[in-house]
């Protein structure tokens, strides 16, 4: 799919081969820009997507929003040069380190730099700053596969690639809702499945997802009880004599204790099926399923990662390919995938305050020794650093007194994210990198540094197949940015680090992050997983023209598709290591007070904080605010109807959202997506609810349970504004719940308050002033509806009702693109219904082609389709990504 849209910036026509900026699935982009004009759309070429995007990929050019950019530095609050920007921060943090120790200042950064970026914000702390505290945001989501895979492989080595998925004969995904968090990869599995209509998908996770579409079999296990499946599984295989013994016996360590302890938990898959809350039909087919297909890839994700016991529920996993020997085959693999879309760059070099550069390790004096004489520096981080959740603890106390932010907001995205707000207002010194103007971080922030976004950015990332790939820009720079290996370097050479750091170019970054990778990584007694050897001495030329490729690279144009299918490991003695795993349920249990527990994660057209998401029409179109999801006797229960607002409380936080009550939920269960903050919502933060416990191998906070309350939101007024303008915060912050969406050619503001009664004179003044006034006032019935219009446009509509029964807002909503209004539609304004027979699209299903859901329904009915392929070629909702494809399923069985 492409999409063209209007750029305020001159650019000269080319066309550029670049990657996407979201998810860790890693697609590849053509973007065509011509004058001022710029189109997105699949690269056919790429191994990973061939063509495809997703609707977040689609819609890039909808979030290149100048005027929401960061544009200069910033100290103190006002504008300043870059000379004077960087020489303040290097005085300060001197200042800091010189009375504190270097334990005193911490970077804090994030997947969606560029590997480049990393390599020198790692180089910078660990080597001449010399201390580890540098985590990045990917502690929340992947550290504890990267724990897993260390434990047992010795390293942090993804076996095999996304061609796996085209061979496999069983695809298993647990703890991801592929469909919508990595589309791409979804509609791989599942054109696979159709082209074998034998092949088998099997779902684990709580919910029933839009993943379940293509699922042979949904296992709604327990929330946290999927190393008591695994472990079952393990104890099943043994039992069944399908253990690959002589691959075990050759290649692997320690089967007989995992085995015991898996006995011991887990004996039997009636036991399995108690702890995990499953039937044992359910439990024994997918047992027998994995004991009778060899080609098995078992796919991974949040709902795994994302516990206080991840790392063992990533090596329960993984003990069950080692003994069956389906390792690093084609269609054979335990499979990660990725949440952001540099967190394996990040990896690579260092990004985790427990991990060297190169995938070395801190407290391996062979490794240190290494990275020491490569860097020629002898002020090597002595030990590893604070992880994330530890970090801004510390910031907290008074520990750290100094932290860099960079391209991440983690006032709303790490758990118990209040106290993270408060930790960083009394912090001495706040430094932030980023592209946006307007974070929840911003405010906290002593100096800012503006950071080049999407489309500026030049360099590598790459995704969780292994697979290395070049984002290129597309535009010049925007305002003064620069690039965040740049600033990084900057700061370090005022810090008396210049011979270090001394880059002029991202190619001289990603060459010697290369020759280190490389570096004494040739005698088998310390041979170590990543190597880029055959990368290294790019010239410029080379380095601008580099395809895709997946590490380990040993030759300039071979990389490899997949490791450990010889039997070798990365251990000492070269062999796997089986992980003994005892079960533990989650931390924190449902209690009197907190009788439920909470779920989180991704919804499908947002990403992460929406500081570039929230800018798209298209993308806030489908799910525009905060929800959570209830089952319906739970509903029942706490006295919540479909569209009424709730309130949920834990013992760290609370929040407000709006309610969407669904069988596809389980008992005793709530899910709310992760994505708003105080920038779109006056209170739909989700970090703040979540319990701050984490891993204690990987740090990974147990984001997928928490305890929470709900309870009904009782409002004395409810209501809805869309405005061509957007409304300034300060005309709103006295009402108690407010989220705002952005629409095509106005904003949508959702309202209600419980603390006051309307005061409709001063909510008139929210329509602003140009036009003609259209006003509707009923005292009795407390409904207040006005409008304004000028020059035959509709300029803004605001509905108030002491209810949640308002009108539909996508007929209004449409009214912004007229130029001007049909008397009928102009009647109709305050009544909020569409006149007889005009076209009303209804909530948008497909976000890629905007087509809604009375249009969808509409066809169904006219047309007589009765399949989503039908539903596609009248409308072509559902051919770009597919990941809308579901829900026209649901349309269509309804």
């Known amino acids: 799919m492409s999409v063209m849209i209007q750029q305020s910036r001159k650019i000269p026509t080319r066309t550029v081969d670049t990657i996407c900026a979201y998810c860790g699935t890693g697609c590849g982009i053509k973007a065509e820009v011509s004058e001022d004009l710029l189109e ?312 985790l305050a427990n991990q060297l550069a190169g995938h070395m390790e801190l407290d391996n004096e062979q490794h240190r020794d290494l990275v020491g004489r490569f860097w020629q520096t002898d002020n090597l981080a002595p030990e590893a650093g604070l992880k994330a959740v530890e970090l801004f603890q510390a910031v907290d106390e008074g520990k750290v007194k100094a932290v860099w932010i960079i391209a991440t907001n983690p006032v709303d995205s790490l758990p118990d994210a209040d106290s993270v707000r408060d930790a960083l207002e009394s912090c001495e010194l706040v430094i932030q990198s980023d592209c946006m103007d307007e974070t929840d971080t911003t405010p906290f922030a002593h100096i800012r540094f503006p950071a080049l976004g999407w489309g500026e950015k030049d360099g590598t990332l790459t995704n969780s197949e292994r697979r290395i790939s070049r984002q290129r820009a597309v535009y010049p720079r925007s305002g003064e940015a620069h690039a965040d290996w740049w600033i990084l370097s900057r700061v370090a050479q005022h810090l008396g680090f210049k011979d270090a750091f001394n880059y002029q170019h991202v190619g001289e970054v990603f060459d010697e992050h290369a020759r280190l990778s490389a570096f004494e990584n040739s005698e088998q007694a310390v041979l170590r997983d990543f190597n880029l050897s055959g990368l290294t001495g790019l010239s410029r030329e080379q380095y601008e023209q580099l395809q895709p490729i997946q590490w380990p690279v040993l030759e300039a144009t071979t990389g490899t598709e997949r490791l450990f299918g010889d039997g070798v490991f990365f251990t000492p003695d070269r062999k796997a290591n089986f992980i003994a795993v005892t079960p533990r349920l989650p931390e924190n249990s449902a209690s009197t007070d907190y009788p439920l527990v909470l779920n989180t994660g991704r919804i499908r057209d947002q990403w992460h904080t929406m500081t570039r998401t929230g800018l798209s029409p298209r993308l806030s179109a489908h799910l525009p605010e905060p929800f959570v999801e209830i089952h319906p006797q739970e509903a029942d229960r706490y006295l919540l109807k479909e569209g009424s607002i709730a309130q949920l409380k834990s013992k760290w936080g609370s929040m407000l959202a709006r309610v969407k009550i669904t069988d596809s939920i389980g008992l005793g269960q709530l899910f709310v997506p992760m994505h708003w903050t105080a920038q779109f919502a006056s209170q739909g933060r989700m970090g703040p609810l979540v319990n701050p416990v984490v891993d204690p191998i990987s740090g990974q906070p147990e984001s997928k349970h928490t305890p929470v309350a709900i309870t009904p939101y009782q409002g004395k007024w409810y209501g809805f504004l869309l405005n061509r303008q957007r409304i300034d915060k300060s005309a709103l912050e006295t009402i108690e719940y407010r989220v705002r969406a952005t629409g095509q050619e106005h904003h949508r503001y959702e309202l209600a308050d419980s603390s006051q009664e309307a005061d409709w004179d001063k909510l008139q003044s929210l329509l602003g002033e140009a036009g003609e006034l259209l006003e509707y006032r009923d005292s009795t019935q407390q409904i207040y509806r006005a409008a304004r219009v000028a020059d035959g446009r509709l300029q803004s509509v605001l509905i108030i009702a002491p209810t949640t029964k308002l009108p539909e807002r996508d007929w209004l909503a449409s009214l912004f693109a007229k130029e001007q209004l049909e008397e009928v539609e102009r009647r109709q304004l305050l009544s909020g219904k569409p006149p007889a027979g005009a076209a009303d699209t209804g909530p948008v299903v497909c976000a890629c082609f905007g087509v809604g859901r009375n249009t969808i329904l509409n066809a169904i009915e006219e047309q007589g389709l009765d399949t989503p392929e039908a539903v596609g070629c009248a409308l072509k909702a559902g051919t770009n990504c597919g990941s809308c494809i579901p829900e026209i399923r649901q349309l269509l069985t309804d």
């Open 40 to 351: 997105v759309q699949g690269h056919e070429q790429h191994p990973t997507n061939f063509g495809r995007l997703c609707s977040k990929g689609s819609n890039l050019n909808e979030t290149m929003d100048s005027d929401a950019r960061l544009l200069y530095p910033e100290v103190d609050g006002a504008r300043v040069s870059w000379d004077s920007a960087l020489e303040s921060t290097a005085t300060r943090i001197r200042k800091i380190i010189d009375e504190h120790g270097p334990d005193a200042f911490a970077i804090y950064c994030s997947g969606q730099l560029l590997t480049e970026d990393y390599y020198v914000a790692n180089k910078l702390m660990k080597g001449f700053i010399g201390s580890a505290n540098i985590d990045t945001n990917s502690r929340l989501c992947m550290s504890s596969t990267v724990a897993g895979h260390k434990r047992a492989f010795g390293s942090d080595t993804v076996p095999g690639c996304y061609e796996d998925l085209d061979h496999a004969e069983l695809v298993i995904l647990t703890g991801s809702n592929t469909a919508w968090c990595h589309p791409i990869l979804f509609q791989r599995i599942k054109a696979a499945k159709e082209a074998h209509p034998g092949r088998k998908t099997v779902v684990i996770d709580p919910r029933r997802t839009a993943t379940c579409d293509i699922a042979d079999l949904h296992l709604p296990l327990k929330p946290g009880s999927d190393a008591y499946l695994f472990n079952g599984l393990l104890a099943y295989l043994a039992e069944h004599g399908a253990v690959n013994t002589s691959f075990v016996d050759s290649y692997c360590n320690g089967f007989d204790q995992a085995l015991a302890e898996a006995k011991a938990s887990c004996g039997s898959v009636a036991l399995v099926a108690e702890h995990c809350g499953l039937t044992v039909d359910t439990v024994d087919t997918f047992y027998r399923w994995f004991l009778e297909t060899e080609k098995t890839v078992t796919t991974f994700s949040q709902g795994i990662n994302q516990s206080s016991s991840g790392s063992d529920k990533v090596n329960a996993l993984i003990n069950c390919h080692l003994a069956t020997g389906r390792i690093g085959k084609p269609g054979m693999s335990p499979l990660s995938f990725t949440g952001q879309p540099n967190a394996m760059g990040g990896r690579e070099v260092g990004g």
